[in-house]
């Protein structure tokens, strides 16, 4: 339990602290930095724990690894980031918000992999929790946010990031050779070969200008912690966490997310109204009545 809360605030913590970074440098450049680092730690530790052979495929298909990490962490990085730099100073509470949508969006996916329906009261609650993103992005003023274009590309960008995460997650239940860590840590690797190849397509083609010294200084503390804390830390102790209490439990932590981000966005001066915290307690109660629903379906089942 107490890896999991650690984990979802650091992930909280994170949207914040893009908020700042994002001011000072593009998100595909901050993107490619950031996994770098966590990378980096990542295969240090693999090394350490499973020594040099961890590093071999073992029967697995590195091309769908390939494909997986590239979806996971450029799909993820690059559209989640993009979408909160377009959506301005609210971008941290939307990005967030999204974020605990992902349970949801699972439950959608394995129905649409499986080709049968989830029940009616799990429905029910994905439309609850969608009702509580529609207030936290639009602030309660849905008429308003119609009328503002920009909001369906940013709030697009940030639900297809999360959306990446969620297939990227369902993803490692096919590497069944390959320990939680090499997973992760393989499929950040092949990822980066992505992430890069993006970042420096669209500095060649002057989509995004390429990074300078000072804005690289700039970011420099937003990278320490976005790199080894909110990458590697907060990664580790999510994958110990669920190991433990199983993913129906970890999953629950999600609701620490907007929470946590919330919280820090009020301190940073970006204070949440009424019908946005209303929004984040709909999204929070639809994770949790669903999560009661499928344990009183599994023991009737049993």
Known sequence: MAACLVATILIGVMFPVMTDALRRIDPFTFTSLRYLIAGVALALLLLYREGPVAFRADGESLPIAWLLGSVGFCGFGSFVFLGQQLSGEQGALNASIMMATQPMMGLLVNALVRRSAPPLPSLVCVVISFTGVALVITRGDLRAALLEPQHYAASGLIVLGALCWVIYTFGSAYFTR?????????????????????????????????????????????????????????????????????????????????????????????????????????????????????????????
Not at 179 to 198: E, N, R
Not at 203 to 230: D, E, K, N, Q, W
Not at 276 to 283: K, M
């Open 178 to 302: 390959w320990s939680a860590l090499k997973y992760t840590t393989i499929t950040t690797w092949l990822g980066l070969s992505t992430i890069v190849g993006v970042n420096v397509l669209l500095v060649v083609t002057r989509v995004v200008s390429a990074p300078t010294f000072a804005a690289l200084r700039a970011v420099t503390p937003h990278l320490i912690y976005m790199g080894p804390i909110a990458g590697f830390v907060a990664i580790l102790c999510w994958i110990s966490g669920n190991r433990t209490l199983g993913p129906m439990n970890g999953v629950l932590f999600m609701d620490v997310v907007p929470v946590t981000t919330f919280v820090v966005s009020a301190l940073a001066g970006v204070i949440p109204n009424k019908a946005q915290v209303l929004g984040a307690a709909l999204t929070a109660s639809a994770l949790v009545l669903n999560n009661l629903y499928l344990r009183q379906r599994a023991q009737i089942t049993k």
